[in-house]
């Protein structure tokens, strides 16, 4: 049965490092011992002021297709995870492609908050599986997200950071590698909790809208504690149920990468040790669609995935938006 399996990986984070201290400065009082008690936060990478999210994208894509030792005109498709773009229109997806002098992929861009990449990863393996067209996908999540902090929220701009993460599927003809399962879910009446909102057709850009900080993010409401434990434990045991696994199965649980309490009570409810699931907030702060891509490429950089490997994917992010996916190495 024709199935898609990862083939490499790229990462790319930009240059510019910012300590807790710096906030600590910004905002004039001690959000450091926060950050390291709650978060386990202790920098994080932000974007220069030329540097936007396709240039790292690119970075990431360029890495990826190196380490697969393909050239980009063998690219069938690029798809593109991110709710920071670099424009609202064209796609970041259609730049990389010309970028990257992919001559024969097509494009476009998905938004789905943070559950973008992996949302992005099961529609890949889909279009692997369904159309012998597409033999080779490059899957990017990409997030610059320091573009629309608002400097003075200490809720949100201690937080969130910047980077990209890619992975190249390919198609598999037979073979026990590849895509296991995946799984979808949307809780949408938490769409008015956070997210960005201004710019778009509802709230225009204007410089009214732009006093009110309606183009950058807020978090307006707190979510409740435990429902990303919940929901993501629900998952991976409905995911690991139709896979025919357990959980034990499972070499390494790539989880969001926002708070790594919640990770490792995703893990406690699991009966997995903490050890299984990697965490990179601690250097890298919050990425949002790139987080999880960039920890997989740490995973691979440090010789840690080996073949047969089954490797849990799972992201959550505004709207509310869940997407997981499993697959063999």
Known sequence: MRNAVIISSGAYAPERVLDNLFFNELLGEDVDSWLRVNVEIYERRWC???????????????????NASIDPESLDLIIVATDTPEYISPSTAAILQDRLKAINAGTFDINTACAGFVTALDMAA???????????????????MSKYLNMADKKTVTLFADGAGAVLLQARESGPEGQLGSMLKTKGEYNE????????????????????????????????????????TSMIMEM????????DDIRHY?????????????????????????????????????????AFHQLMESSKINKGDIICFLGSGGGLAFAGTIFRY
């Open 48 to 66: 220069g002021s030329k540097e936007s999210a396709a240039d790292l994208c690119e970075h990431a894509a360029i890495l990826c297709l190196k």
């Open 126 to 144: 889909k279009y692997i599986q369904a159309d012998e067209s597409y033999r080779n996908v490059l899957v990017i999540g990409g997030y610059a």
């Open 254 to 294: 790539i989880l969001t990468q926002i708070n790594v309490h919640t990770i490792r009570e995703t893990m406690d409810r699991l009966h997995q040790p903490h050890e299984k699931a990697i965490a990179i907030m601690h250097q890298f702060g919050y990425t949002g669609s790139a987080c999880i891509p960039m």
């Open 193 to 232: 909790w956070m997210g960005i909102y201004g710019g778009g057709s509802k709230f225009p850009v204007t410089a009214e809208s732009i006093s009110r900080h309606e183009h950058q993010l807020s978090f307006v409401r707190k979510f409740p504690k435990e429902l990303n434990a919940e929901v993501w």
């Open 240 to 247: 690991c149920q139709k896979a025919n696994i357990s959980p």
